[in-house]
């Protein structure tokens, strides 16, 4: 059974440093681009970003090019969201997702059950 | 970049269909995926390649994509129905591929 599980809510002040998690199982985790999503309170998907854990190809969506960092350790099947200095706007859920590819189009089919991170004073 | 437009709200009657549609400019040309959102869970995909369906998603899901519209049909409607629902394609048009999300439909039981 696929199944990507994601590390904790986290509560956190301005100018903090964060990486959460999301560890995939029963597929071949080098095998399949991973994205992240974020979805601000009472809001819509919005899409981060993907990795590819066999190589570490990583690629932004511009919002998030240099607002946050994708990373991947293959050897123990995690994918990584990480933040220098997070800021109260970026109070969210995250989701990460195994990320299918076929012809020119790509979707979601496995979702990670979300990580609440909340930026508070 | 490729924007997608949902209207925010569609309301239905139990066993009536319901239609969310998803605009884009020549979305036809695109492939469009489907995601359904219930209240404090993750999405689920419950349509890709326009019209597919995956294993465990009912009959009453269905898909099309022509011109400028992909259509999301829901026969049938139960109240366990009721949730969000975005559209997705994937925009290799500009310099920067990625996933595009339509803003998202909030599907009103009544």
């Known amino acids: 059974e696929v199944q990507l599980v994601q590390s904790g809510a986290e509560v956190k002040k301005p100018g903090e440093s964060l990486k959460i998690s999301c560890k995939g199982s029963g597929y071949s985790f080098t095998s399949y681009w991973i994205g992240w999503v974020r979805q601000m309170p009472g809001k819509g998907l919005e899409w981060m970003g993907i990795i590819y854990p066999g190589d570490s190809d990583t690629r932004y969506s511009p919002s998030f090019q240099g607002q946050v960092t994708i990373s991947a350790d293959k050897s123990i099947s995690t994918a990584y969201l990480q933040w220098s200095s997070l800021k109260a706007s970026d109070t969210a859920m995250y989701y990460c997702?195994?990320?299918?590819?076929?012809?020119?189009?790509?979707?979601?089919?496995?979702w990670g059950q979300g990580t609440l991170v909340t930026v508070s004073s | 970049s490729y924007v997608l437009t949902q209207p925010p709200s569609v309301s239905v009657a139990p066993g009536k269909t319901a239609r969310i549609t998803c605009g884009g400019n020549n979305i036809g040309s695109k492939s469009v995926h489907w995601y359904q959102q219930k209240p404090g869970q993750a999405p689920v995909l419950v349509i890709y390649y326009d019209s597919d369906r995956p294993s465990g998603i009912p009959e009453r899901f269905s898909g099309s994509n022509s011109g400028n519209t992909a259509t999301l049909t829901i026969s049938r409607v139960e109240a366990g129905d009721e949730a969000d629902y975005y559209c997705q394609v994937w925009d290799s048009s500009s310099d920067h591929p990625g996933v595009v999300f339509g803003g998202g439909t909030k599907l009103t039981v009544l």
């Open positions: 997702a195994r990320q299918l590819y076929g012809g020119s189009s790509s979707y979601y089919d496995y």
